[in-house]
């Protein structure tokens, strides 16, 4: 929290009183005190500062085109449900292709589709570095994703007690959130092949997400930005 300073005069022309100092000290210190105490306050400023950059609801596609085979279509796969919607709004197009796979006991071609962004689609193609982890823990870093919404702060519900985490203080912080979907999310067929941003449009206003916060020198930070 910002403290105010004052313009004091010379000293030949203002007498400052010891009290008045004194006073001056003790709200600094109180301030300063405020900013790292846990009150809904301060979370709210921490959460607005997150959400201000990480924030966008995206899907995970963080690499165009995409390429579904007709293997994929025939088995109901995620992109063979996704893509053909996507396109139907305008947001890919979709071209016959020939694409190269390799498995465990054989590789070749098969026949396919390769769908890429319309200027439409690319309006919602954040170029922005994301993180990702594998299946098996490691992390990998992408250079932007495909968004449907972006979230910002409805209101700080609650927070864990802070806890000693290698020296430093660590609480998860729940809140609920207001949405702003793309236009194209709030299609009935967009919302069934996405129905996790069905589930966060809905839930505007009520649904409790929670965000892990630590205690720095600059006061609680979202561990997401550190």
């Known amino acids: 929290m910002k403290v105010k300073t004052m313009n004091l005069k010379p000293l030949s022309k203002a007498l400052i009183s010891l009290a008045t100092l004194t006073g001056m000290l003790t709200l600094a210190a109180c301030n300063n005190k405020q900013s790292t105490e ?27 085109p995409v390429e579904v085979t007709q293997a994929e279509f025939a088995i109901g796969g995620r992109n063979a449900l996704q893509m053909p919607v996507l396109q139907k709004l305008g947001l890919v197009s979709a071209s016959d292709v020939t694409i190269k796979y390799t498995g465990e006991d054989k590789s070749g071609v098969l026949p396919g589709k390769r769908y890429s962004l319309t200027p439409e689609g690319q309006k919602y193609f954040l170029k922005q570095d994301m993180i990702s982890q594998t299946s098996d823990g490691s992390k990998v870093t992408h250079h932007g994703d495909f968004c449907a919404a972006t979230l910002s702060l409805n209101q700080i519900v609650g927070w864990e007690p802070p806890r000693d985490d290698n020296g430093r203080k660590t609480t998860a912080v729940t809140y609920t959130y207001k949405i702003d979907p793309a236009p194209w999310a709030r299609d009935p067929e967009a919302q069934r092949v996405f129905p996790m941003v069905a589930r966060l449009i809905a839930g505007d206003g009520q649904m409790q997400l929670k965000e892990a916060f630590t205690l720095t020198d600059k006061g609680w930070i979202a561990n997401d930005l550190m």
């Open 38 to 64: 846990p009150t809904a306050e301060t979370f709210s400023k921490g959460m607005q500062a997150y959400l201000a950059q990480k924030g966008h609801l995206c899907l995970a596609k963080y690499t165009w």
